[in-house]
């Protein structure tokens, strides 16, 4: 389901909502030309297509030249934000403080410094409350711009207060710079090279954190520079597959919101992916009652106002919050339950798909698949796998190898042996070309490809043999990468033991819930 436009135009367009499009016209209309009426008849003309085709446009407004039609959807673009901008001014601490910037300004320079001096002392305040010091920089500059030209006699000792202001955010900055930039690195990281494999891959990553790691000590005290601390040691255990490092600062990640509450409408979008991350520790630990709780915290943000305040804050939460839910089912058992998620899920995939990256959608289909094959309703499953596999696109190879190895077992288990075979090397021929295999991932291909063969005399053998070998790697954490997408020793066992995968997983939970 891939997004239905590129048109920049008309994303914006289709991206506001009823009040959005009233506020545009009534500011469009206060000061109307003939161009500005253009521009509305190109904006209702757009709003009404399902599909940018900007031929069929033109037919639609015959009095847009082709030659001007490119000019005047500049122009309603820079229409369409400003309205925003003046519509949602009160919204966004960053609109807000910039709006006192330049008032300041212009203030400035009518001459009027004290005026100005004023408000500037004003929006310092709100700056430094929120932690906003690139604004704070900003402030102080303008200040000390204004006492060097200028003799206002506003307070004494002006210009060691700003000096020490000035010194004091610049260090500040500077610490905050080197660990996003630390959390940014890391995030590289990854993507080139995936999880640590193996202690040659673990001494590389720790080697490389430690070089790009900032002299920290204990003046980190800020909220962004914590902040970008807790992602950065995020980002270290999950690579390592240390996941209860990764629990560790994950939880002190959503802290963060919890101590300084006024911060979570300023930096919604962190505070989201903190929550998701802090979900996934979780669940990579099955830690149950934990989860519970958390996910309980998540499901009433999703219903305040700040979760709701905006359409990325609201589809956010959308997602996170539902592959959380989905994940939950995983952890219980209970699949078949989970599978009444889906209707929504699908609706609001095509509500978003404007917004939606495919990542995220691929990342549903296979889950959605997932919950099928555990409720073995293994058609289905199959149809939500195709969907990963027939998108085109270099996107996830790690869910592209899974999705095939979930489309090989789905067809293992409706018994189509002719296809069986054809698969299995198919499979086995995509994995050999990623050099990311982890003991686990070669097992299970190894066996599929020697061993998957239908009705062979000595499966239930083979199948108690690898489980025995897939077992006796569960605890090392270099292979817990194929356990987080595939819960392949739930399903050995229910083949050994002959009994449904989902009651196997749940007599599981229930064997944990006894322990705890």
């Given amino acids: 389901?891939?997004?239905?436009?590129?048109?920049?135009?008309?994303?914006?367009?289709?991206?506001?909502?009823?009040?959005?499009?009233?506020?545009?016209?009534?500011?469009?209309?206060?000061?109307?030309?003939?161009?500005?009426?253009?521009?509305?008849?190109?904006?209702?003309?757009?709003?009404?297509?399902?599909d940018y085709d900007e031929t069929?446009?033109?037919?639609?407004?015959?009095?847009?030249?082709?030659?001007?039609?490119?000019?005047?959807?500049a122009h309603l673009y820079k229409q369409i934000l400003t309205s925003l901008r003046l519509l949602r001014n009160d919204e966004n601490i960053d609109i807000q403080l910039h709006e006192q910037l330049d008032f300041a300004k212009i203030l400035y320079n009518k001459g009027l410094y004290l005026q100005s001096l004023k408000i500037l002392d004003k929006a310092k305040e709100v700056a430094r409350f929120y932690h906003q010091d690139s604004f704070?920089?900003?402030?102080?500059?303008?200040?000390?711009?204004?006492?060097?030209?200028?003799?206002?006699?506003?307070?004494?000792?002006?210009?060691?207060?700003?000096?020490?202001?000035?010194?004091?955010?610049?260090?500040?900055?500077?610490?905050?710079?080197?660990?996003?930039n630390l959390t940014l690195q890391l995030y590289s990281w990854y993507i080139n090279n995936g999880h640590a494999r193996n202690e040659r891959d673990e001494e590389g990553v720790k080697a490389f954190f430690k070089k790009?790691?900032?002299?920290?000590?204990?003046t980190i005290s800020g909220f962004y520079e914590n902040l970008y601390l807790c992602q950065s040691y995020c980002w270290y255990a999950f690579i390592?597959?240390?996941?209860?490092?990764?629990?560790?600062?994950?939880?002190k990640w959503v802290d963060l919101f919890t101590s300084q509450p006024h911060m979570l409408p300023v930096e919604t979008g962190h505070f989201i992916k903190g929550i998701h991350n802090l979900l996934n520790a979780l669940f990579d630990l099955r830690h149950f009652k934990k989860f519970d709780v958390v996910l309980k915290q998540?499901?009433?943000?999703?219903?305040?106002?700040?979760?709701?305040?905006?359409?990325?804050?609201?589809?956010?939460?959308?997602?996170?919050?539902?592959?959380?839910?989905?994940?939950?089912?995983?952890?219980?058992?209970?699949?078949?339950?989970?599978?009444?998620?889906?209707?929504?899920?699908?609706?609001?995939?095509?509500e978003y798909s404007l917004y939606l990256d495919r990542h995220r959608v691929l990342v549903f289909y296979y889950k959605i698949a997932?919950?099928?094959?555990?409720?073995?309703?293994?058609?289905?499953?199959?149809?939500?796998?195709?969907?990963?596999?027939?998108?085109?696109?270099?996107?996830?190879?790690?869910?592209?190898?899974y999705a095939r190895l979930l489309h090989l077992m789905a067809h293992y288990e409706l018994g189509n042996y002719e296809l069986i075979e054809y698969l299995a090397r198919s499979v086995y021929r995509y994995m050999s070309k990623m050099e990311t295999l982890t003991v686990v991932e070669e097992e299970m291909f190894r066996f599929l490809r020697n061993r998957f063969a239908p009705a062979s005399k000595g499966l239930q053998k083979e199948f108690t043999e690898l489980l025995e070998r897939i077992k006796g790697l569960e605890k090392n954490r270099f292979e817990t990468r194929a356990f987080a997408y595939l819960d392949i020793i739930s399903w050995l066992e229910s083949k050994v033991y002959h009994?449904?995968?989902?009651?196997?997983?749940?007599?599981?939970?229930?064997?944990?819930?006894?322990?705890?």
């Fill in 1 to 50: 389901m891939p997004n239905r436009s590129v048109d920049s135009l008309f994303q914006l367009i289709h991206s506001l909502q009823k009040g959005e499009k009233r506020n545009f016209k009534l500011y469009v209309k206060r000061n109307s030309s003939n161009e500005d009426l253009k521009m509305i008849h190109l904006f209702d003309a757009i709003d009404k297509m399902t």
């Fill in 56 to 73: 069929a446009l033109q037919k639609r407004i015959p009095s847009i030249k082709k030659q001007q039609l490119s000019n005047i959807k």
């Fill in 136 to 180: 704070l920089i900003q402030i102080i500059s303008l200040e000390k711009k204004i006492e060097t030209l200028y003799i206002t006699r506003s307070m004494q000792n002006r210009a060691e207060s700003l000096s020490a202001e000035a010194d004091d955010v610049s260090v500040k900055r500077k610490k905050i710079t080197d660990l996003s």
């Fill in 212 to 218: 790009h790691l900032p002299q920290t000590d204990d």
């Fill in 240 to 251: 390592r597959q240390d996941f209860l490092m990764y629990y560790k600062y994950t939880q």
């Fill in 298 to 350: 998540f499901e009433d943000f999703s219903h305040s106002d700040v979760a709701n305040a905006n359409d990325n804050s609201h589809i956010q939460t959308f997602v996170y919050l539902n592959i959380a839910k989905i994940n939950r089912h995983f952890m219980v058992g209970t699949f078949t339950q989970g599978l009444a998620l889906v209707p929504m899920i699908e609706e609001k995939l095509d």
């Fill in 370 to 401: 997932s919950l099928y094959f555990g409720s073995a309703d293994y058609e289905a499953c199959i149809d939500y796998v195709q969907k990963i596999i027939n998108w085109k696109v270099d996107l996830r190879n790690d869910l592209q190898c």
């Fill in 499 to 516: 009994k449904p995968m989902d009651k196997i997983v749940y007599e599981k939970y229930l064997q944990s819930k006894r322990k705890s």
